[in-house]
């Protein structure tokens, strides 16, 4: 057992404090603690879809009190990589109101005319002008952003394709590969660490997948609690060549730590 004192924390959303829009018992009350003890945390996601103003409404649906600026997006981190890159640029975005809004509050202006950036994020309706409209951008020079490389995403009705797997249509149709700025690169939890000025040394993640959270949180230099209410199963654990900190059956099981 790590005898590092958390004194931030860091958690993913769907499987750790919601699944398919209800709360995971313990999740109202884990946050609820956070915010009693004033520790600094964020609600991290790779769904690029939604603002955080839209993720809070949804999270308190579900009995889950989060400060809307407790809430980090990969539209947010991808804005803010671009904003650090090249200051008041300009980008061709496929996604919704979470990552236009993202890339215009941070001064980008989005335009089809000779972008710095094509930026892909999530949407449930990719459409076929904009991903040839893009294809043709960056074979005529424009750097290939995508907000995170998740293959699928959920549905009532099943798997979606997602940012990973229509990134994967315009590599092959450009011969260039994105940049993906999501979980697992952990330059999302870096992104996250200077939103909260917190030091990795004194931080926690909290995942569900150990192929995304934990992997990010270790390359990150965090610890690390992998719950079992989410993707990763109890038996999947010992297949992978790392390991988180710490296993654990749910978000409840952390109260007290905080």
Same mark, same amino acid.
């Given at each position: 057992?790590?005898e ?5 924390w ?10 398919e829009g209800?709360?995971i ?6 946050v ?10 964020l ?18 649906t579900?009995g ?5 600026q407790?809430?980090?997006?990969s539209?947010?981190?991808t804005a803010?990589?671009?904003s650090d ?11 919704e $109101? @979470? %990552?236009? =809004?993202a *890339?215009?509050?941070? !001064?980008? +202006? ?10 892909l ?15 043709r951008l960056?074979r ?6 995508a ?11 099943g ?11 315009i ?14 690169n ?11 000025e917190?030091?990795s040394?004194s ?9 995304t959270d934990?992997?990010a949180?270790?390359? $990150? @230099? %965090?610890? =690390?609690? *992998?719950?079992?209410? !989410?993707? +990763?199963?109890a ?12 296993v654990?059956?749910s ?8």
């Amino acid at each position: 057992m790590s005898e590092r004192k958390i004194e931030s924390w860091l958690t993913d959303m769907d499987g750790v404090l919601v699944h398919e829009g209800r709360a995971i018992p313990g999740a109202p009350e884990f946050v609820r603690a956070l915010r009693e003890a004033e520790r600094p945390f964020l609600v991290l996601t790779n769904n690029s879809i939604f603002t955080p103003r839209d993720l809070r409404a949804r999270l308190a649906t579900s009995g889950i009190d989060v400060p809307e600026q407790a809430i980090w997006t990969s539209a947010l981190a991808t804005a803010q990589f671009l904003s650090d890159q090249i200051p008041n640029g300009s980008a061709y975005p496929i996604g919704e $109101a @979470g %990552l236009t =809004t993202a *890339l215009y509050e941070a !001064g980008y +202006t989005l335009t089809e005319s000779d972008p710095d950036y094509v930026v892909l994020g999530e949407t449930r309706t990719y459409s076929f002008e904009a991903l040839t409209k893009a294809v043709r951008l960056v074979r005529d020079g424009a750097r290939f952003i995508a907000t995170n490389p998740d293959t699928t995403g959920p549905s009532p009705e099943g798997p979606l394709p997602a940012t990973g797997a229509v990134a994967a249509m315009i590599q092959a149709a450009t011969g260039r590969s994105p940049y993906y700025v999501g979980k697992p690169n952990p330059m999302m939890f870096r992104s996250a660490l200077n939103r909260i000025e917190a030091h990795s040394e004194s931080t926690a993640m909290i995942g569900d997948r150990m192929d995304t959270d934990v992997v990010a949180g270790i390359e $990150a @230099g %965090l610890e =690390t609690f *992998l719950v079992m209410t !989410g993707s +990763t199963t109890a038996a999947e654990v010992d297949t992978f060549p790392f390991r988180p900190t710490h296993v654990v059956d749910s978000v409840a099981d952390l109260i007290d730590r905080v």
